[in-house]
């Protein structure tokens, strides 16, 4: 079992930037690969970024390549996701999650989710 907590959200201007946070419970979030997700008022939720276990391999959605980034420190159980150049389209409920054995963009695969945190980008 994986509890997950994300912080970090808020509201910023577009081209601004916000770090979220992810911590996870548990002694073995090391083996676990994370994923960001978003969901918007009335759509779908959506695959932002990922990162397996090691953090050796990571991917991100077409729509935030190159602006967000994705990163964990094992040591501290936490995954992060730097937002940069932030639009008013990034504007959603983020929701970390964890996978055991999958680290692919999928959400049905994704068994442990966070509550999410709001982030909001004024134009």
């Known amino acids: 079992q994986v509890q997950l907590v994300e912080s970090g959200g808020g509201l910023v201007q577009a081209g601004g930037s916000l770090r979220l946070s992810c911590a996870a419970s548990?002694?073995?979030?090391?083996?676990?690969?994370m994923g960001w997700f978003r969901q918007a008022p009335g759509k779908e939720r959506e695959f932002v970024s990922r990162?397996?276990?090691?953090?050796?391999?990571?991917a991100y959605a077409d729509s935030v390549k190159g602006r967000f980034t994705i990163s964990r420190d094992n040591a501290k159980n936490t995954v992060y996701l730097q937002m940069n150049s932030l639009k008013p389209e990034d504007t959603a409920v983020y929701f970390c999650?964890?996978?055991?054995?999958?680290?692919?963009?999928?959400?049905?695969?994704?068994?442990?989710w966070g509550q999410g945190t709001q982030v909001t980008v004024s134009s």
């Open positions: 999650a964890a996978a055991s054995g999958y680290s692919g963009p999928a959400k049905q695969f994704y068994p442990y």
């Open positions: 548990g002694r073995t979030f090391s083996s676990y690969a």
């Open positions: 990162i397996s276990w090691s953090g050796g391999s990571t």
